[in-house]
């Protein structure tokens, strides 16, 4: 038995119409990825499979969070991720082939994996700067010491930046 074997659903004998799956994706799911930007996580994915006689409609929605270092003062945080992407399973000849949201598929195929989109999902969820309104929970992870100092800076260049404003209305002779 594969590591994803859990992740695959049996389509050949399949009956027509929506079927529904969840999938529970966590840092053991993402340890068989080398090199996966998400490790420690929880991700919930709900999977509608609508079944046709041409073509699988697959929705994924899913929400979660990952453990990660606030970009902003780097205390560990549970970063919230979710997400909604179809994708469109044709059966034909270019097997393995996509194009956009379609992938192409034998017509023979007994079963369909969905572990590969439940990882690439999941990875293209991921937010460019690890912060979010943390603010709003009740006991915020933030570290509040950093976040002083941020604040300090940020006062000082404003300080700084406020001087020379001042001296370029300066007049002088030259003008």
């Known amino acids: 038995m594969g590591a994803f074997t859990?992740?695959?659903i049996p389509i050949q004998g399949l009956k027509i119409g929506v079927h529904h799956y969840k999938y529970s994706v966590?840092?053991?799911f993402f340890r068989h990825f080398e090199g996966a930007p998400i490790q420690e996580s929880e991700?919930?994915?709900e999977v509608v499979l609508d079944k046709r006689p041409d073509m699988l409609?697959?929705?994924f929605n899913?929400?979660?969070y990952m453990v990660t270092e606030c970009d902003r003062c780097t205390a560990t945080?549970?970063?919230p991720l979710s997400d909604e992407r179809t994708l469109i399973f044709k059966y034909g000849e270019a097997e393995g082939e996509t194009e956009d949201e379609?992938?192409?598929i034998p017509r023979e195929s007994s079963e369909l994996n969905l572990a590969a989109y439940l990882y690439e999902f999941s990875v293209l969820s991921l937010p460019m700067t690890n912060t979010y309104d943390c603010q709003s929970e009740p006991e915020p992870p933030c570290n509040f010491e950093i976040l002083a100092r941020i604040s300090t800076e940020e006062e000082a260049e404003q300080k700084n930046a406020?001087?020379?404003d001042a001296l370029k209305d300066l007049k002088t002779d030259d003008n």
């Open 26 to 28: 966590n840092a053991d």
């Open 6 to 8: 859990a992740y695959s």
């Open 102 to 104: 379609v992938v192409f």
């Open 62 to 64: 899913f929400a979660g």
């Open 77 to 79: 945080i549970k970063l």
């Open 43 to 45: 991700l919930n994915f």
């Open 57 to 59: 409609l697959v929705d």
């Open 162 to 164: 406020s001087v020379w």
